[in-house]
């Protein structure tokens, strides 16, 4: 068990741009963090610093109280999982789950005992004398975590581990590896560019850009409160909306408005809005599609956020539509019951939850907190 | 001892070295007429003419006629490019196919152990198709003997991967070429791979990351081999990886792009855990020129300048900064991290010590591709010139 501190990391390569910039983290013992983010933010990268396999070209890294920079991969009390399986094809699951310990010269006994164990904790022990290729893709994924288990790590470190798996496995993988933290209370470090394991894994999610994180928080403050524009767009499917407008205030009332959009703010938020100086200026308002509704309760509660609509696309996914509105020439999404049938060219309402309205900064990306406390407490 | 007319002198020991035989050198004119690399029996001695005024007799056994092949091929190869000036890559190229089919059809016999690379090869029961691949690894535990040790378990682990050898790192690390047999992918399925969400395991850091969506037969069989080498002997590595070998007349020319390979990745993609050969093919096209063509471009591009076309490392690095942001300014800021007015004033030291406004297209294009060649004419392998 581990607690990994990233103390101001930073990679660079020669001849390339800075993969990791200023990277801070602090995973506390036995928690469940996941890097998540688009292909090239740096997230394996970090990974990959914490296991040694990448040099660090600046900061501190510390696995427990012990500082790692210079310490080989293999003392440093870890053990990783990638997206290959990477299953030695002739030899037997037994035999996969025992080479890792067998090249660091461990005695047979205790080999034994760590593949029978680990194979019980994945329930493969009946899988132990098949190759490979005799196994299904989870089975295999299991497989793979059983390697990494039978080393008795203080950290594991997960690249992409799922991303082989069809999306059925994946939701059902998805839960085994968090019922598998809960079992060996491990701390655990999980990279991956889907937005939804992350949300559905991770005790904590450190969402990446270019190198640099844009928000380390629990999975429903990122969702709730994004930092900035692109964890709000990046987090949540169908992703955020976003309206690019001005507000405008008019007797003593502030107003968001675009083309053939005008919503009224609540009070309650001018104080924030005004302490960041974004009154009289562009800003982009974000709503999720969950947060635009036609139920005549919404339509009344907000009368001066409404949105007039017209609908391009309607798809239903079952328990729920998603319809594709255009309102001011802009394309928006809105998720709705599948009680309602829409077809397209319908004309409707929509009323914006304000309470769950983000305001943007047009220029920084940045999200103006509702609450002047708010503002204050993340600078 | 070895002497500047002595150019078999290396060849011989190599030789000798390889295959653990003894010989006598006889520095005397033989009075027949022969030519370099070619044999005789003198009693029950082997003997091969070296030049004119030199010939070597072996005190053990050499009746394998493969082996004799093999010392005739390399002296005649040591001679022309003694003689004639051949590149090393013309070397490579002309004979090497030619030296390792001889061997092959004459059922090579297994050799001891050693480090030349060459001799090696030809000893291994490598079946194309396949390419030729290189590994780094970037830190090795003191016991040298160890680390191979446990590094080659691991690779013997994969069937389709041949241990051809270790080699020395320019870096002073040892580096391990293989064999990588594309032609059959056992017990790794296509079905291990994510149609649409493509193959991404390095995560593409880096500005020349090219990721394809399905994986190439050799990423295949390459990523599970540095994933096992990483998890399992916890060895940290990158692979260099040289052109298509289809059959063993390509060998040659396997070996000849998995040095330019190597070469190449250093300028363009340094980060990447696999970088291929051909992966850039502006690599491609640079990398075949010749002192020749190199050197009046340089001299064209120089023109005007006041200090050094090579740029210091902070300053290659804004440059090529600069043109991953497509030359706007904020966003190369924000690809360095650095501040817009840090970056103006490197673009300007970049503009006072070349003459180059990397903001213009043409001038970062040209100061680019300057950088590429100067730092190809330094580096430590040899170029087609030499």
């Known amino acids: ?379 | 001892m070895k002497t500047a007319g002595m150019w078999w002198a290396d060849t011989l020991e190599s030789f000798a070295e390889a295959f653990a035989i003894r010989y006598d050198l006889v520095q005397e004119r033989h009075p027949a007429v022969r030519d370099t690399g070619e044999w005789w029996v003198q009693g029950e001695v082997w003997c091969v003419q070296l030049d004119s005024w030199a010939h070597a007799c072996w005190l053990d056994a050499v009746d394998n006629p493969a082996w004799r092949r093999v010392l005739t091929i390399s002296l005649q190869n040591a001679s022309a490019a003694s003689t004639r000036q051949l590149s090393w890559r013309q070397v490579v190229t002309r004979h090497f196919s030619e030296l390792v089919h001889h061997a092959l059809t004459d059922n090579w016999p297994q050799e001891p152990d050693t480090h030349k690379l060459g001799l090696r090869l030809i000893t291994r029961e490598l079946t194309p198709p396949g390419c030729f691949a290189w590994l780094e690894f970037s830190s090795q535990s003191a016991d040298a003997q160890e680390f191979r040790a446990l590094v080659e378990q691991v690779i013997d682990a994969w069937t389709e991967v041949v241990f051809v050898g270790w080699t020395d790192h320019p870096t002073g690390l040892q580096a391990a070429v293989l064999f990588l047999q594309t032609g059959h992918q056992d017990g790794v399925d296509d079905e291990d791979f994510d149609e649409e969400d493509g193959y991404d395991p390095e995560g593409s850091e880096g500005l020349a990351a090219q990721v394809p969506l399905r994986p190439s037969p050799l990423r295949r069989t390459l990523y599970p081999l540095l994933d096992s080498l990483e998890s399992d002997a916890m060895v940290p590595v990158k692979a260099t990886v040289g052109a298509a070998v289809a059959d063993v007349h390509d060998w040659a020319n396997g070996l000849h792009t998995l040095a330019e390979a190597w070469r190449e990745r250093t300028w363009f993609g340094p980060g990447q855990l696999i970088y291929e050969w051909g992966q850039q093919p502006i690599a491609y096209l640079l990398s075949g020129l010749s002192n020749g063509q190199m050197n009046p471009f340089l001299h064209m591009a120089a023109r005007g300048t006041t200090g050094s076309m090579m740029l210091s490392p902070d300053l290659a690095d804004t440059l090529q900064g600069v043109l991953a942001a497509n030359l706007n300014i904020s966003e190369a800021s924000r690809l360095l991290y650095l501040h817009r007015n840090t970056l103006m004033n490197r673009i300007d030291r970049i503009r006072s010590q070349t003459g180059y406004d990397i903001r213009q297209f043409n001038d970062a294009l040209v100061l680019w591709v300057a950088q590429v060649l100067l730092r190809r004419q330094g580096d430590s392998l040899p170029s087609s010139s030499d």
């Not at chain 1, 997230?43 to 427990?64: F, N, V």
């Not at chain 1, 470090?189 to 850009?209: C, K, L, N, P, S």
């Not at chain 1, 391009?312 to 020439?329: C, K, L, P, T």
């Open chain 1, 1 to 379: 068990m581990a607690r990994v501190q990233l103390n101001s990391i930073w990679k660079k390569y020669t001849g390339d741009v800075v993969a990791v910039k200023d990277f801070n983290l602090d995973v506390q013992d036995k928690e469940f963090v996941v890097f998540v983010g688009p292909s090239g933010c740096g997230k394996t990268t970090t990974l990959r610093m914490i296991a040694g396999l990448e040099d660090i070209t600046a900061g501190d890294l510390y696995i427990g109280e012990r500082r790692v920079n210079d310490v080989a991969p293999k003392d440093r009390d870890i053990a990783m999982v990638f997206q290959n399986y990477a299953l030695y094809p002739h030899m037997t699951v037994y035999q996969n789950m025992a080479f890792g310990l067998k090249l660091r010269k461990f005695s047979k006994a205790e080999i034994d005992k760590r593949v029978r164990e680990a194979a019980d904790i994945l329930d493969i022990g009946h899988l132990l004398d098949r190759k490979p290729k005799a196994l299904s893709g989870g089975q295999r994924q299991r497989v793979a975590l059983g390697r990494a288990i039978v080393r008795e790590p203080a950290v594991f470190l997960m690249d992409e581990p799922l991303s082989n798996l069809d999306a059925k496995l994946r939701v059902q993988m998805r839960a085994e590896i968090r019922k598998l933290h809960q079992r060996i209370q491990t701390t655990v470090v999980y990279v991956t560019h889907d937005q939804t394991e992350a949300m559905t894994m991770g005790d904590r999610i450190v969402v990446m850009r270019d190198g640099v994180i844009q928000q380390a928080d629990t999975p429903q403050q990122v969702y709730n409160y994004p930092a900035n524009m692109f964890v709000a767009g990046f987090i949540g499917s169908p992703a955020m909306n976003f309206i690019r407008g001005e507000l405008i205030e008019e007797g003593g009332v502030i107003t968001f408005r675009a083309p053939e959009v005008s919503v009224r703010l609540q009070e309650g938020r001018y104080a924030a809005l005004k302490d960041a100086g974004v009154v009289g200026k562009e800003v982009v308002l974000g709503i999720r599609p969950e947060d635009m509704h036609n139920e005549e309760m919404y339509l009344s509660t907000y009368p001066d956020a409404i949105l007039n609509a017209r609908v391009e696309v309607a798809e239903n996914m079952g328990s729920e539509v998603y319809i594709h509105i255009n309102v001011g020439g802009q394309s928006l999404v809105s998720r709705v019951s599948s009680r309602y049938h829409y077809t397209p060219g319908t004309e409707l309402k929509l009323a914006v939850d304000l309470n769950k309205a983000h305001i943007f900064n047009a220029e920084t990306e940045e999200t103006i907190p509702h609450h002047v406390a708010e503002a204050q407490a993340v600078r």
